[in-house]
Nanobody, 117 residues
Framework: QVQLVESGGGLVQAGGSLRLSCVVS????????MGWYRQAPGKQRELVAR???????LYADSVKGRFTISRDNAKNTVFLQMNNLKSEDTAVYYC???????????WGQGTQVTVSS
């Protein structure tokens, strides 16, 4: 059974930091591009950052220079370090695994990040 389990969300003041983690089933982690998405109330889900198996990264313009995505292959875990958080970063953050072959995509259950101004 494929599982993606996020943790690390919470309430933080503007300018603060949080680190999100997503533990992924071993069977898919090594064959997937991993990503973090977010969805704020009333808005569409959007890509925040993604990292390939070879650790190439891509960031949304709104988070460049503040967020860092990384993956630990030994622990089947992908991280999102979020610094200098802003109120507009408030959203539910979702972990995403997209197979490098085919079209299968899996999602985690989401973790809430709330930034108070």
């Amino acid at each position: 059974q494929v599982q993606l389990v996020e943790s690390g969300g919470g309430l933080v003041q503007a300018g603060g930091s949080l680190r999100l983690s997503c533990v992924v089933s071993r069977s898919i982690f090594s064959v997937s591009t991993m990503g973090w998405y977010r969805q704020a109330p009333g808005k569409q889900r959007e890509l925040v950052a993604r990292i390939t198996i070879s650790r190439d990264t891509l960031y949304a313009d709104s988070v460049k220079g503040r967020f860092t995505i990384s993956r630990d292959n030994a622990k089947n875990t992908v991280f999102l370090q979020m610094n200098n958080l802003k109120s507009e970063d408030t959203a539910v953050y979702y972990c995403n695994a997209r197979r490098i072959v085919g079209t299968i995509v899996d999602w985690g259950q989401g973790t809430q990040v709330t930034v108070s101004s």
